[in-house]
């Protein structure tokens, strides 16, 4: 009796160590962000260890941007010897091994875009495999020039006071450097009088004198290319004599505007 307990005993652990070692599912992904030039292709690595069963499914997610990956979309999935491809990136996304039941559930995506980066997800499930780690995430980079920037800013300003103007792409990886500099200067501007921020790309122009009119150009620039935009501004003196609502008068009337009036008259 005490045998055939002992040998239940080693029967019981050895099911459990086949049951819990054996029978997994271990997805292996890159571990760092994989980076792509937009306009070429990409390929995702997704390689997996389980034995392959009619159960077998293959499922890939987006979630672009900086969206949770609880709001990611399904652009890829396969089961049943069948491919589905729901997403909007379908006609650029394609398996590098079809069907992917050899280890190997990579994808390709070609002509990248700046709406492909994000976070992808591959998922691999293969009943009654449901131990280990069957999902692995993987975060797409896409390296492009800075685009057309917009230059923001008052056109117009009166001297002593301070003009600011602001310099932006939305879009550019790695993130762009700004650089204002003065169109065809006549006269060198003081350093001193002009605060530049290459991250945020805004200019400030403090004190300004009528010297500072003139156009000035933000140059949007990364190791991919760069991009430009301009601004004019518009220095006058402060007027002593105001309308009623506002608008600047002439500091100097002309005797012609008025009819002298006749003596006696």
Excluded at 27 to 38: A, E, G, H, L, Y
Excluded at 79 to 108: F, M
Aim: include cysteine.
């Amino acid at each position: 009796m005490a045998l055939d307990l002992v040998v239940f005993s080693c029967l019981l652990l050895a099911f459990i160590s086949l049951w819990g070692h054996g029978a997994g599912v271990e997805v292996t992904v890159p571990s760092d962000p994989v980076m792509q030039q937009k306009g070429l292709s990409v390929e995702l690595p997704c390689h997996y260890k389980t034995s392959v069963d009619k159960n077998f499914a293959l499922e890939w997610k987006f979630a672009s941007g900086s969206a949770s990956t609880d709001k990611a979309k399904q652009i890829l999935y396969f089961t049943n010897n069948v491919l589905y491809k729901p997403g909007s990136q379908s006609e650029r996304l394609s398996l590098l091994h079809d069907p992917p039941t050899w280890g190997d559930a990579s994808i390709r995506l070609d002509n990248v875009r700046a709406s492909d980066a994000g976070i992808y997800s591959c998922e691999v499930n293969d009943p009654p495999d449901f131990y280990g780690t069957g999902i692995g995430y993987i975060h797409l980079v896409v390296l492009m020039p800075p685009s057309s920037p917009e230059c923001k800013g008052a056109t117009y300003s009166t001297v002593g006071s301070d003009a600011t103007f602001t310099c932006r792409s939305s879009e550019g990886m790695p993130a762009p450097v700004y650089s204002w500099t003065r169109v065809d200067p006549k006269t060198p501007l003081p350093l001193s009088n002009m605060v530049k921020n290459e991250q945020t790309g805004t200019l400030m122009l403090t004190n300004i004198s009528q010297e500072f009119s003139g156009k000035y150009q933000c140059v949007a620039s990364n190791e991919y290319g760069q991009n430009s935009c301009q601004v004019s501004l518009h220095v006058s003196v402060t007027n002593l004599i105001s309308g009623s609502c506002g608008a600047p008068l002439k500091e100097h009337i002309s005797h012609d505007q008025f009819p002298q009036q006749k003596e006696g008259g």
